[in-house]
């Protein structure tokens, strides 16, 4: 079986495994969950409230429009 993360073959110790690794630092499970964090599904979006991901992260978080003239 392929890694989901870094794509190395790997032998499955359990039918639930899917990453190579799951121990220490940096390891393959932990990078997968966390680049994915942000992601989010068009139903979630709307149970939240919002219309679009745009919308989402404008409100969300804070942007700095540097468009004024100095």
Do not use: T, W
Not at 7 to 18: I, L, T, V
Not at 30 to 41: A, M, Q
């Amino acid at each position: 079986m392929k890694c989901l993360m870094c794509g190395k073959e790997f032998k499955r110790h359990s039918c639930n495994q899917k990453f190579c690794s799951n121990k220490g630092r940096n390891n393959c499970k932990d990078r997968y969950h966390n680049k994915n964090r942000l992601k989010l599904s068009e139903a979630r979006f709307k149970y939240l409230g919002y219309k679009s991901e745009e919308e989402f992260f404008e409100k969300k978080f804070v942007y700095c429009d540097f468009q004024d003239d100095f």
